[in-house]
């Protein structure tokens, strides 16, 4: 089944920025998050950082795609409050929602949510 992906404000600038300075990088994110759609639970990880509750990541060759699923949201009432998504209900059960993508250097400190 495929995937919508729903790119949140700041992931759509970051991915913007990658396209007009690093076209190699901004490839590869293209085609991670094409095999992302295909098989999301397959294509990824659950973070374990408490910080970064209800989220997981890609990996797409020097940058990270931090994202949720949906259904995993809409299953877990503490994830839904967490997250307070305004368009939750605008989006199918199939969704995945791209909070981030950002260098490995700096992908995991604490003040990136």
């Given amino acids: 089944m495929l995937h919508d992906i729903f790119l949140q404000s700041r992931a759509e600038k970051q991915l913007r920025i990658l396209q007009k300075r690093a076209k190699t990088r ?5 085609n991670r998050l094409k095999e992302l759609a295909q098989d999301p639970e397959n294509e990824s990880i659950p973070l374990q950082d408490p910080y ?3 989220l997981r990541r890609m990996k797409a060759g020097e ?3 931090k994202f949720q699923l949906c259904k ?3 299953l877990n009432p503490a994830i839904a409050k967490l997250r ?3 368009d939750c209900g605008d989006i199918p059960e199939n969704g995945i929602k791209v909070f981030d993508i950002i260098h490995r250097s700096s992908a995991y400190k604490k003040h990136r949510r």
């Fill in 84 to 86: 307070q998504c305004v």
């Fill in 52 to 54: 970064f509750f209800g």
């Fill in 72 to 74: 995993e949201c809409r």
């Fill in 63 to 65: 940058d990270r795609v």
């Fill in 26 to 30: 901004y490839e590869k994110v293209m």
